[in-house]
């Protein structure tokens, strides 16, 4: 039995590095050689948790979760009835797609491993091919900005339209990037941390707030005019609010800052749960959207990621080595200490 390493939650805010049964794909699977594997926010909520409940009795005992759902790697083996693919392809991968559980979300399987199998592997469901142009720490991003996209699409934007998106994350700069590339004329990013606004204004958004240091309502009025609400009361021109820092303060402000007519994407989980003046969004006749996932974005996005992939490798902060995962996901628990870790499994 070949064994290789993967990373799964340990105790609470740990990983464990075990060695696991190396997958032999079937003949509808391919096997892939994991290069690089992004984390994400949700893989500190696991780990924060320590793991997450068994299905069979939630809120019981808690059980590991293999981590990673933002992997890129290169086919190394390919099951005798899979078409359109072949030994040394580079792919992405839609964690969604695998029958026994979301990859690296409370399924069988997890990305930050040397070796993932795809089931019922096919081009343009569970796998993109991807040009060997582009590096694989590049390529992991394809499924948050993914999910950035369909925020994106979610809000509608259009050229004429004044945007402002809450938190300068990856989901947020790979919204601010998407708006750009839509044409959208005014992108504005607000978050509290200086380095993140820098980041933002490099990967093209047109202005930055300091919402720890300035009165946003009032910035946005300077950025985008003055506009009203449904009472005639003064507020910014902004169109269209997005939500991807997932703070109470965010929905405050913005019910704050809203005109008439004026639209908020919430694409960030949200930290706990907030009161929402409703007598607020009366006023401006607010429509709320939530933006979950990538029904349709998932690979989409590849051929952009792949033509513009000098900007949004901006969005990468740390290249960490398997060898190092426990550092790549501290600082990923240290607020404010990184972007974008990028795990790489290289030779």
């Not at 392809?89 to 997890?110: E, F, H, L, S, W």
């Amino acid at each position: 039995m070949s064994t290789m390493k993967s990373v799964q939650t340990g105790g609470v805010n740990k990983i464990e590095v075990v060695d696991v049964e190396r997958p032999v794909p079937g003949p509808k699977d391919v096997l892939v050689r994991v290069r690089a594997c992004g984390i994400c926010g949700t893989d500190v909520t696991f780990l924060h948790m320590g793991g997450m409940p068994a299905r069979a009795h939630l809120g019981g005992d808690l059980v590991p979760v293999a981590l990673g759902h933002e992997p890129a790697g290169e086919v190394v083996e390919i099951g005798a009835e899979v078409d359109g693919l072949k030994v040394g392809d580079r792919v992405v991968v839609n964690p969604q797609d695998a029958p026994t559980g979301i990859i690296g979300c409370g399924g069988k399987y997890g990305g930050i491993s040397e070796f993932l199998l795809i089931e019922n592997a096919e081009v343009g469901r569970s796998v993109a091919v991807f040009p060997d142009t582009v590096p694989f720490d590049v390529a992991s991003l394809n499924e948050p900005m993914a999910v950035a996209r369909h925020a994106v699409n979610r809000s509608e934007a259009k050229p004429g339209d004044k945007v402002v998106v809450f938190g300068a994350g990856p989901i947020g700069l790979g919204a601010a990037i998407w708006l750009k590339l839509r044409g959208v004329e005014h992108v504005v990013v607000a978050d509290v941390i200086p380095a993140r606004l820098e980041k933002a204004l490099a990967v093209g958004a047109d202005a930055v707030v300091n919402s720890a240091e300035e009165d946003v309502t009032a910035r946005l009025t300077e950025l985008h005019g003055q506009s009203a609400n449904a009472l005639g009361q003064p507020r910014p021109g902004t169109d269209i609010f997005i939500d991807a820092a997932g703070a109470a303060a965010v929905f405050n402000t913005v019910v704050g800052s809203a005109k008439w007519g004026a639209k908020l994407v919430m694409v960030a989980v949200q930290k706990k749960g907030t009161e929402i003046d409703l007598g607020g969004m009366l006023r401006s006749e607010l429509t709320l959207v939530a933006s979950q996932g990538y029904p349709t974005e998932i690979f989409e996005v590849t051929p952009e990621l792949v033509e513009h992939q000098e900007r949004f490798a901006k969005l990468i902060s740390h290249r960490v080595p398997l060898a190092e995962v426990e550092r790549a996901f501290e600082l990923t628990l240290t607020p404010g200490a990184a972007e974008k870790v990028v795990v790489t499994l290289d030779d």
